[in-house]
């Protein structure tokens, strides 16, 4: 059995408005957060690769560009039904040197929104990877 060092993970300033957004938005409600959206992100830090939902591609996956390239380090988490079955959530996380960023989180209600937040993930792995991110907290 292969041993994984945790991983640390790291809420970036667009991963806190994105939550606050949705939060005041309504998109979800208290309980569905505690139990169902945080558990999931927190896998990020306690069993990260291991966990089984990291090889579902319904919970986990690359994120990709307009030509589906696959964008090096950057990922996302998925969510189906969120809010009432109102919409799909979608949580873009960069993955660097053992550290987990959590970057911009959107409905995904359709490619083209998909595809903005790609260019817009490859973007953000570039003030990363400069160290230039706004750090807002700590898993």
């Known amino acids: 059995m292969k041993c994984y060092k945790p991983v640390d993970v790291i809420i970036t300033e667009w991963a806190l408005d994105s939550y606050l957004d949705m939060k005041h938005g309504g998109v979800f409600i208290r309980q569905e957060y505690k139990d169902r959206l945080r558990p999931d992100v927190e ?5 990260y690769p291991a966990n089984v939902k ?4 319904k919970f ?9 390239a696959p964008i090096p380090d950057a990922f996302k988490m998925k969510w189906h039904n969120v809010g009432g079955g109102q919409i799909q959530l979608r949580l873009l996380v960069a993955i660097l040197h053992g550290t987990a960023y959590l970057c911009d989180a959107y409905n995904k209600n359709s490619d083209a929104v ?11 792995m570039t003030v990363i990877h400069a160290g230039r991110h706004t750090f807002r907290g700590k898993l």
Do not use: E, I, N, Y
Not at 43 to 47: A, E, I, S
């Open 54 to 57: 990291f090889g579902q591609s």
């Open 43 to 47: 896998l990020l830090r306690d069993d």
């Open 60 to 68: 986990w996956g690359p994120v990709t560009d307009k030509s589906h």
């Open 114 to 124: 998909d595809k903005k937040f790609a260019a817009t993930m490859k973007w953000r």
